[in-house]
């Protein structure tokens, strides 16, 4: 047998110090009781000394494990007092806060707490120990006796929702206590996931801010009064229950009824009672009603009714729910307003009758002037038709006499006898035309007219009388197609070149063609003397001349009036801008063959030579209607050719269409769509290079101001200084 086989290294020292001098012993007692021949004995002998010094070895071995222990043990003991000490100096330190204190730990249980906590709740305060889980706290505190829970609250319903704001990382909300004390609860949470959970007794604070509450309530009633005394109409508040809680003196005076019958929590069914007795409702089904919208106990819509209060009183009614459930009824005196209105009705019948007397009237005295009119047309044509024909004999024989004629003088006068008859000619003619057009029977044949032959067949009838004047006559035009009827628009178009050729004494004459849009613009320009402000609205007056002193055969004052009236039965808008001394400028729209390329713009010259925009094409985008209008008349005042557009989109079509740079952009920051003028300005530079830009805006922001100094663009604001715009535009 082994030494293996006798102790087992797993038992501690002490067994196995047990175990080997139980074997020593064993050994020799065995040995001094048999005597040994064979030299066993010496060989147990032997080994009982080495088993004693083995035991000698474990027992040095266990006593310097004794010695670990016994410092180990001290260290843990002189840990532990100082744990001890940190607890009761943390103790100590909570038990100072003036507030509840409690720590939970990250398994939600209970730490500590001091005396304060839970302090106000006396029937639970002594179960606050620690190892208290966080649920059972809850639970207790909702089962305590001097917690007040809100109305319609039970104890379990109160634990769950705190449980439920406990999740959050911060809770802080007021407990109302018995006697009328309220405490603050918070929670803080910890770095290790524990919870810190203080108590504050704020009813101090309630009361004051209780106080101030009820003060201010106080000095809203006191408004609510006085408002209520000075207002015209008589009103009368009711709460939930249909009881009186509010009226004001003039709902006594309006309604005749004492002040003294109202008082707070009469019934309104007591108060309709007697509004029963004393007004009369206009319609039987606003008394039945006026009651049961009273006593509707849900949300109702407002009700209006007029009654009569005797004979000569009428108020408006007019009842409004209110959110707390209750309601208002105001009344006011309307007896002044319906007088009025029957009044009114009266006159109003009066005057239709003598509207319809006199519309009968008009229509005989119109149906009167359209006979005449139609039989002046009649005679007009007719004699204008019979007076063609001599004339035209007349015309045949003068041209006969050219050849017998030798003398100067003759010769001279035969010449001034054709003019005269070829004014004659036009006269006829002119009354022909207008004629026609006042019988409102002029007919009209809408065709394709290619505006650009047209143009140049005026062009080359009038050159040689521009030569003879030593007038510059200039066409500017574009092979484009209108729809127009073709005998109208030569004839409006005739007018007009032959008026600016015959005022005009020196300088030139332009005829130029410009597309807008998906209209063309037709204008006429001259230097001539410009029209006097007092006589624009005559022009177009029959026989109405500017120089009176004129020869008949300079015209009678009848190419305005055709050209009036064939543009109003063409439905082709005119325009004339005129200054004295510089010049006049006509303007005909027509619209435009949408199957048409688009041509290219030509600038228009101004009829103010020394115009600052003279030749100046301005891109003008402005997406509010009027403001555009303005600046763009603005602009043209000072010679500007503007191209006005009302988004960033019809801006880029139209430039593409025309394909034409314009010389100045003058954009709005904010537009449609919220698309911005410093987006528009940055797309143009990129196609058309760094075109000269202004940006206008009611937007004060620095930002913006930022943004188009980086554009190098100027901004104005709105409202826009015309100077400053001047200044701009004319880089002075």
Same mark, same amino acid.
């Given at each position: ?19 080997? #001098? ?54 843990? +003991? ?6 001890? +000490? ?19 730990? &990250? ?26 889980? /966080? ?37 802080? /909300? ?18 290790? $996931? ?51 809680? $509010? ?10 009824? %004492? ?34 919208? &009273? ?6 819509? %407002? ?22 459930? $209750?309601?208002?009824?105001? /009344? ?7 007088? &009025? ?27 009167? +002037? ?99 004047? $030593? ?40 005829? +130029? ?72 400028? /006509? ?31 301005? #891109? ?71 075109? %000269? ?21 100027? #901004? ?17």
């Amino acid at each position: 047998m082994t030494d293996a086989t006798l102790i087992d290294p797993k038992d501690s020292l002490e067994r196995q110090n047990q175990k080997l #001098l139980k074997i020593v012993d064993t050994l020799m007692r065995r040995a001094e009781a048999s005597p040994d021949t064979t030299g066993v004995a010496y060989a147990q002998f032997e080994r009982a000394v080495m088993l004693e010094e083995e035991v000698a070895a474990r027992t040095r071995e266990l006593e310097h494990a004794l010695d670990l222990l016994n410092t180990s043990n001290a260290s843990l +003991a002189q840990a532990n007092a100082e744990a001890e +000490a940190a607890r009761a100096n943390l103790a100590n330190a909570i038990e100072t806060v003036q507030e509840g204190f409690a720590l939970f730990d &990250a398994d939600e249980k209970l730490v500590l707490c001091n005396t304060r906590f839970g302090k106000h709740m006396r029937d639970i305060h002594p179960l606050f120990k620690p190892g208290l889980p /966080f649920a059972n706290y809850v639970d207790i505190v909702s089962q305590s006796a001097f917690l007040e829970l809100p109305d319609g609250m039970t104890a379990n319903q109160w634990a769950d929702q705190r449980l439920l704001r406990h999740r959050e990382q911060h809770v802080v /909300f007021n407990a109302r206590l018995a006697n009328d004390k309220w405490i603050q609860v918070s929670e803080h949470r910890t770095r290790d $996931g524990g919870t810190v959970v203080l108590q504050t007794d704020v009813t101090d604070m309630m009361l004051i801010e209780r106080q101030e509450r009820e003060r201010l309530l106080d000095d809203q009633a006191r408004l609510i009064k006085a408002t209520l005394e000075h207002l015209d109409q008589g009103v009368g508040i009711f709460d939930r229950e249909a009881r009186l809680v $509010g009226w004001n003196r003039r709902m006594g005076e309006l309604l005749s009824i %004492p002040l003294r019958h109202f008082h707070l929590g009469l019934p309104f069914d007591t108060i309709f009672d007697q509004l029963s007795r004393k007004l009369a409702f206009l319609e039987t089904a606003d008394a039945e009603a006026l009651a049961h919208w &009273a006593a509707h106990d849900g949300r109702r819509a %407002p009700l209006s009714f007029e009654v009569e209060l005797g004979e000569d009183r009428i108020l408006a009614v007019f009842a409004q729910h209110m959110p707390d459930g $209750g309601f208002v009824i105001s /009344f006011a005196d309307i007896t002044t307003e319906r007088r &009025a209105l029957r009044a009114t009705a009266q006159v109003n019948e009066t005057l239709e009758r003598h509207v319809q007397e006199r519309t009968l009237e008009l229509q005989d005295a119109l149906a009167e +002037a359209e006979r005449a009119n139609a039989s002046k047309s009649r005679f007009v044509a007719a004699a204008s038709h019979d007076l063609l024909q001599p004339l035209s004999a007349a015309k045949l024989y003068m041209a006969s006499l050219e050849t017998d004629l030798e003398e100067p003088d003759q010769r001279e006068r035969l010449s001034k006898a054709s003019s005269a008859l070829q004014s004659v000619e036009h006269i006829l003619g002119a009354l022909l035309d207008i004629s026609r057009l006042d019988s409102g029977r002029a007919a009209v044949h809408d065709t394709q007219i290619p505006l650009g032959a047209l143009l140049g067949q005026l062009h080359d009838e009038f050159a040689p009388i521009a030569r003879e004047k $030593g007038l510059r006559f200039d066409l500017r035009s574009h092979d484009v197609t209108v729809h127009s009827d073709a005998t109208y628009l030569r004839r409006i178009l005739q007018n007009l070149i032959a008026n600016a050729l015959r005022y005009t004494d020196e300088g030139r004459v332009l005829v +130029a063609a410009r597309r807008r849009g998906d209209q063309m613009v037709v204008e006429i320009w001259d230097t001539g003397p410009g029209i006097p402000v007092e006589q624009q609205a005559k022009v177009f007056d029959e026989f109405h001349r500017v120089n009176a002193a004129a020869s008949p055969a300079e015209g009678l004052g009848l190419g305005l009036a055709i050209v009036e009236r064939a543009c109003r039965l063409l439905a082709h808008p005119m325009q004339m801008q005129s200054e004295p001394g510089r010049g006049t400028r /006509f303007c005909i729209t027509l619209p435009l063959h949408t199957e048409q390329t688009a041509p290219t713009d030509i600038p228009l010259p101004t009829p103010e030579p020394t115009a600052p925009l003279a030749h100046r094409i301005v #891109l003008l985008v402005e997406n509010d209607t009027e403001l555009r209008n303005a600046i763009s008349m603005t602009l043209e005042n000072w010679g500007a050719d503007v191209l006005a557009c009302g988004s960033d989109i019809e801006a880029l079509d139209l430039l593409r269409e025309i394909d034409i740079a314009p010389d100045m952009v003058l954009a709005d920051y904010q537009l449609d769509n919220d698309a911005t003028g410093t987006e528009l300005i940055a797309k143009l530079r990129k196609t058309y290079g760094p075109l %000269p830009a202004c940006v206008i805006s009611a937007n004060r922001d620095p930002d913006l101001k930022l943004q188009c100094q980086a554009l190098q663009a100027p #901004l104005l604001h709105k409202p826009l200084d015309l100077d400053q715009l001047r200044a701009i535009l004319t880089g002075t």
